[in-house]
C-alpha cells in the first residue's frame, strides 16, 4: 500500500495538469517542475530561483524530488496559477512589460517582486507612476489617456512649464510639473490627483544630459526660455515663462543628472530600457494590451 508521502507526490503532480498550471506562473515557460509552496503556484526552475529571493513570503520546493505534506498539496489544490493570476496580476497596467522566459533574470525578478513582494498589481496606490514616454505611447495609440496618481511629498520643484509630444510638433501646452527626485511629473492642473505621464531622469553616465534651449527646428509658439532634456531614448522639449525658472529647473535636473544612479534606481531605469521596444511591442499586442488598458484608471473629458 502507498505510503502517505507516495500519495501526496502523486497528487501534486497531478495538480500540474489542471488548467493554468503547465505553464510557468511568471515566465509562461511550459512544464514547471518547481512550486512556491508558500504563494501556491507552480514555477519553472529559473524562476523557483528568483522566488528564493524572496524567502520572506516565497518558499519553493521541487514538485518531482521533494516530499510533500498533505496541507501543503491540498493548498496548492486550492490556489494554483489560474487562481494566483486572478489575485496577483488584477491590474496590471497596460504598458507595464510582463517578461517572459526569453527575457533576462534581471527583468523577470523586478516582475516577480512587483507581484507578489510589492503587491503592485493588487492595489493601484501601490503602483508606481511610469514612465512618460510609455504613457503617452500608449494614450497616442489608444486615443486615451493614462492617469497616474499624484504623491503626497514634498517635491524638489515644482511649476509650470509648457511641454510638447514626443514627435514635437504637437504644438506646446502649458502643465504643471512636480520632480520627485529622478521623477519628472506633470498634471493638467496643479490641483489635479492625478498626473498625465512622468519623465525618468537617469544619469550623465547612462546618456542623460539638460541643456537650456530647444532644437533650433522647433515648432509652435511656446514661452521664450526652452529646456531640452537628453534620454538615451528621445529629446524632451520644455519652455519656460522667465529665465530664472528656466535656471532652476536646469539646476534642479542637473543635481539628479550629475548623481550617478543607486542601485535601487536601476528599476526605473529598467523600465525604461525595457520601454525602448515597447513601440513594436505595443503595435504587435495592441489587442491585449487595450483590454488591459481599460483596468487602468480612466479619466475622460479632458
Ligand atoms: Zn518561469
Not at 489542471?18 to 526552475?45: M, Q
Not at 507595464?96 to 517582486?113: A, V
Not at 531614448?233 to 536646469?250: G, H, P, S, V, Y
Amino acid at each position: 500500500m502507498a505510503s502517505d508521502q507516495e500519495i501526496n507526490s502523486q497528487r501534486v503532480k497531478q495538480l500540474l495538469g489542471k488548467p493554468g498550471n503547465g505553464n510557468c506562473a511568471d515566465c509562461g515557460a511550459a512544464d514547471p517542475e518547481w512550486a512556491s509552496y508558500t504563494l501556491g503556484v507552480f514555477v519553472c526552475l529559473s524562476c523557483s530561483g528568483l522566488h528564493r529571493n524572496i524567502v520572506q513570503i516565497s518558499k519553493v520546493k521541487s514538485v518531482l524530488l521533494d516530499p510533500w505534506s498533505s496541507s501543503e498539496v491540498e493548498f496548492m489544490d486550492s490556489v494554483g496559477n489560474n487562481a494566483a493570476k486572478a489575485i496577483f496580476e488584477q491590474i496590471v497596467p497596460a504598458f507595464y512589460y510582463c517578461p517572459t522566459q526569453k527575457d533576462c533574470m534581471l527583468l523577470r525578478e523586478q516582475w516577480i517582486r512587483a507581484k507578489y513582494e510589492r503587491k503592485e498589481f493588487q492595489l493601484v496606490e501601490r503602483q508606481e507612476p511610469y514612465s512618460a514616454e510609455l504613457s503617452e505611447h500608449v494614450a497616442e495609440c489608444l486615443g486615451g489617456r493614462i492617469l497616474l496618481p499624484k504623491l503626497t511629498r514634498n517635491y524638489v520643484k515644482e511649476g509650470f512649464m509648457e511641454k510638447t509630444g514626443p514627435k514635437h510638433t504637437e504644438g506646446f501646452k502649458k502643465r504643471w510639473f512636480t520632480m520627485d527626485d529622478r521623477r519628472l511629473m506633470y498634471f493638467k492642473d496643479p490641483l489635479d490627483a492625478y498626473a498625465r505621464g512622468e519623465v525618468f531622469i537617469g544619469c550623465e553616465e547612462n546618456g542623460y544630459t539638460v541643456l537650456p534651449g530647444l532644437p533650433p527646428n522647433t515648432q509652435g509658439y511656446h514661452w521664450q526660455f526652452g529646456i531640452t532634456i537628453v534620454t538615451p531614448d528621445r529629446k524632451f522639449l520644455f519652455a519656460c515663462e522667465t529665465e530664472e525658472d528656466q535656471k532652476d529647473w536646469i539646476a534642479a535636473f542637473q543635481t539628479v543628472i550629475h548623481r550617478p544612479m543607486l542601485p535601487q534606481e536601476y528599476a526605473g531605469k529598467l523600465k525604461m530600457i525595457v520601454n525602448f521596444s515597447l513601440g513594436s511591442f505595443v503595435d504587435r499586442c495592441f489587442s491585449s494590451l487595450k483590454i488591459k488598458f481599460d483596468s487602468v484608471p480612466l479619466k475622460s473629458g479632458q
